[in-house]
């Protein structure tokens, strides 16, 4: 099992320069743990994408691929222990607010022994970051 970033999962939903890359490390574990809010945090990437002219064929499939995904995921569910280490995190590393969130979920999934789960990721301060809190990271590159 690997924890799945927003910024991984994008390139499985749309067409993306890491696409291939992205779809490399996903071939290699199917099992996807992913924070709660990373549905929202796809959509709205989807939506950027339909803003800046992207064909609705294209935003279609890539919502439809999102809800595929969504149905096999296991979701890290909110809880108080989670936003303890999300606050932890965002006064020791540069983190937005949700980068930290999804860390700290992350961290729950390994059951407080980071160094036990990968966590992929396309962000470079969240890669930072979790490979400071001990985490083994994937960083798929085209």
Known sequence: MRFWDSSALVPLLAEEAATDAVMSVARQDLELAVWWATPVECASAIARLEREGAPAHRVAEAFSRLDDLAR???????????????????????????????????????????????LVTLDERVASAARKEGFVVTEPRP
């Open 72 to 118: 096999a995921w296991i979701e890290v569910q909110p809880q108080d222990e989670i936003r303890d280490i999300a606050r932890r995190l965002m006064r020791v590393h540069v983190l937005r607010a949700a980068d930290a969130l999804q860390i700290a979920a992350a961290y729950l999934v390994a059951e407080g022994r980071p160094r036990t789960l990968d």
